[in-house]
């Protein structure tokens, strides 16, 4: 007799392997089904290049949620978080600015530019922190409904109004406006530093189609300010052993606990029993049984692909089909023979150890996302860099290091059709290196490999559709109780016994685990598995 499970995870990332982690902690027979060699998703680790390990995709951990790291006893299973102490920003004309941990060493850095930035960024970053303090508790919740008239739902709405009423008059009209204004303006109520502003408002763009002066970009900064580690605010930074070290840190507290994790493993389908999903079936024809399939791919592979559309009904397929992605970045990852050396703060220095961005002011953000709205890449784009052998050698040889490029824009729909990209991969590989030729200008004379991701790779390679590194945009109209959809934000499917748990849930992107949560929880209180 075929073996029979509680819960069947389909996919490996993460958010799935948390989800797995949790449900075999309670006792429930869990099957993960991941198509790739390797575990992680976009959260993985891989030699591309001897004695190289590189984080291909995502390469800083900002928002892992802190219970998840107790729950689960990550640092038990070898989860190592280092911390990054600097934000560098080098401008091409020969100066540059550093932001630290240290307030006293920022303000002096900032003072260079604005003596009056100076002074307000605490400030700035104490009402951040307030305003944070509203929307963080939302990460570790399932969306309530706000058309159900069940009491526990209505509790739930009333204690989110209590909590916003809490905030008081003055930060909720600041709320409201966060909510249409643009990162960029939302800055200039603040500060006067062109360069300040350009390379804070970044954090308003990541993961959208969109520019820095777009309305709802200044609420997406709020979403990305709030990374933590061990509760500290604003903190970013590496796995050690590159970000494939959560997922498999995850993925051995899950084994512990009992589930079963299957590599090389591709689901062609979700097995459907009238309107109920039953199991799963392999691309090798293999099945697989289970109470309930919870899936780990995003909401159009789930439905369109894994469930198909001739299963669904028409509101469900339009739906979906509204469910925007429009990817907007790619990824360059260097193996180099040298530590780079910044024309403008030359040397192996502290600033270094963090993250550097190629962000000079609004005005080249702009004119970056004005060249992807005409279905091209940036000729010279936004760069987040990070240079993680600094902090940890044992991701490249003695001497040698990896940097990671994270490239925005580089839009999924190019202008010759997504399908093309193979075509345009070297001019915009060339294009991240000749841009940052400028800064580093002997940048190419230590290069011994080079990995270019566009955002059709990222399609066809890792499975995110578009190229979207967060399933789905976070844009506000596709945030909280409607991501991906009203009628299923708290993680069911209107196909029965079918879950979801990644990305395109709430509370969203990057290496948070909460989806993975949350939608465990859900299950099990739905009485599901």
């Not at 099957?31 to 030699?47: H, I, N, P």
């Not at 580089?410 to 202008?415: D, F, T, V, W």
């Not at 590194?469 to 196909?495: C, D």
Request: overall charge neutral; some cysteine; charged content about 25%.
């Amino acid at each position: 007799m075929a073996k029979r499970y509680d819960a069947i995870i389909v996919g490996g990332g993460h958010n799935g392997l948390v989800c797995a982690a949790y449900l075999a902690r309670a006792g429930r027979k869990v099957l993960v089904l991941e198509k790739r060699r390797v575990l992680g998703g976009a959260a993985v680790t891989e030699e591309i290049y001897p004695g190289f390990r590189f984080s291909v995709l995502s390469y800083v951990v900002s928002l892992l949620r802190p219970q998840i790291i107790r729950d689960l006893e990550l640092p038990k299973y070898g989860l190592e978080i280092l911390p990054l102490d600097a934000s560098f920003l080098p401008l091409p004309d020969g100066r540059s600015l550093t932001r630290w941990g240290d307030w006293e060493r920022t303000r002096r850095e900032i003072s260079k530019f604005s003596a009056r930035d100076a002074e307000v960024l605490p400030e700035f970053g104490k009402l951040m922190v307030h305003m944070s303090r509203f929307v963080k508790p939302l990460l570790d919740m399932a969306p309530p409904d706000p058309t159900s008239f069940d009491p526990r739902e209505l509790a739930r709405l009333g204690k989110l109004g209590k909590s916003f009423t809490e905030l008081g008059p003055d930060l909720q009209r600041l709320k409201y406006k966060m909510l249409t204004m643009s990162a960029a303006d939302f800055l200039d109520m603040w500060f006067e530093s062109d360069e300040l502003k350009g390379v804070m408002s970044v954090s308003g763009i990541i993961g959208t189609f969109l520019g820095v002066r777009s309305p709802g970009t200044a609420y997406v900064l709020l979403h990305h300010y709030m990374g933590e580690i061990d509760g500290v605010f604003r903190s970013w930074g590496f796995s050690k052993g590159g970000t494939g070290g959560v997922s498999l840190a995850i993925a051995r507290s899950a084994e512990a606990a009992g589930a079963e994790i299957r590599t090389d493993a591709p689901v062609a389908k979700v097995l459907l029993g009238g309107d109920a999903a039953e199991g799963v079936v392999l691309e090798n024809g293999d099945e697989f049984r289970a109470k309930a399939v919870v899936s780990a791919v995003d909401p159009r592979r789930t439905f369109f692909g894994l469930v198909g559309k001739e299963h669904l009904d028409d509101e469900t397929i339009t739906a979906i089909g509204n469910y925007t992605y429009r990817g907007s970045s790619g990824k360059v990852n260097l193996a180099l023979d040298a530590v780079p050396d910044f024309t403008c703060r030359p040397g192996t220095g502290p600033h270094l150890y963090g993250d550097i961005a190629i962000a000079p002011n609004v005005r080249y953000l702009e004119k970056a996302y004005d060249e992807a709205k005409e279905g091209d890449f940036s000729s010279r784009p936004y760069m987040n860099i990070v240079i993680p052998s600094l902090s940890d050698p044992t991701v490249a040889p003695p001497g040698k290091h990896v940097m990671s490029i994270f490239v925005q824009y580089a839009p999924y729909h190019i202008k010759e059709g997504p399908e093309q990209w193979p075509l345009r991969k070297d001019a915009f590989g060339e294009a991240v290196l000749s841009t940052l030729e400028e800064y580093c200008p002997k940048i190419r004379d230590s290069i011994l490999h080079m990995q270019v991701i566009t955002p059709w790779e990222m399609e066809q390679e890792y499975g995110l559709t578009e190229g979207n590194i967060f399933h789905g945009e976070l844009s506000l109209e596709q945030l909280f109780f409607l991501r991906p959809t009203a009628k299923m934000a708290r993680y069911r499917t209107p196909v029965r016994h079918l879950w979801m748990c990644a990305s395109g849930t709430h509370p969203g992107g990057g290496i948070m685990g909460a989806s993975g949560m949350l939608a465990a929880r859900e299950l099990m209180k739905a009485g599901g598995v």
